[in-house]
């Protein structure tokens, strides 16, 4: 009930009329509040993902670990203009585009260091 009651005080009194012209003004603010709303909460955050996602496709590189979309794990064994050659096993390579990089779990450098051996 109290939602109600705070409703009614912005309305406008009884017996009274409400410019049309403030009615207007009013309802173009509102509007415009929640498109700034939908910009800041729903399309920058896309943009900024897509052009993350973008950016993580152009510098991978030969020798890198990636997560494919598909859940498959591989190394990046050759790097074309749109497609990838990933080796996913022993003598099993698969040609794969370069959208369907879900993310690098490591980068050449750090796959290719050998690791050091204890004494």
Do not use: C, H, W
Not at 7 to 36: N, S, W
Not at 59 to 67: C, E, F, P, R, S
């Amino acid at each position: 009930m109290r939602a109600f009651e705070l409703l009614a005080m912005f309305g406008q009194p009884a017996g009274t009329e409400q410019d049309p012209k403030a009615a207007m003004l009013q309802m173009i603010v509102t509007f415009g509040i929640l498109g700034v709303m939908f910009y800041f909460l729903l399309i920058r955050p896309q943009q900024k993902q897509r052009k993350d996602q973008e950016n993580l496709i152009k510098n991978v590189k030969t020798g890198d670990k990636v997560l494919l979309s598909s859940g498959i794990f591989g190394i990046v064994t050759n790097v074309k203009e749109k497609t990838l050659m990933v080796k996913i096993a022993d003598n099993v390579k698969v040609e794969v585009l370069k959208s369907a990089v879900g993310s690098v779990v490591q980068k050449s450098a750090e796959v290719e260091a050998p690791a050091p051996s204890p004494k």
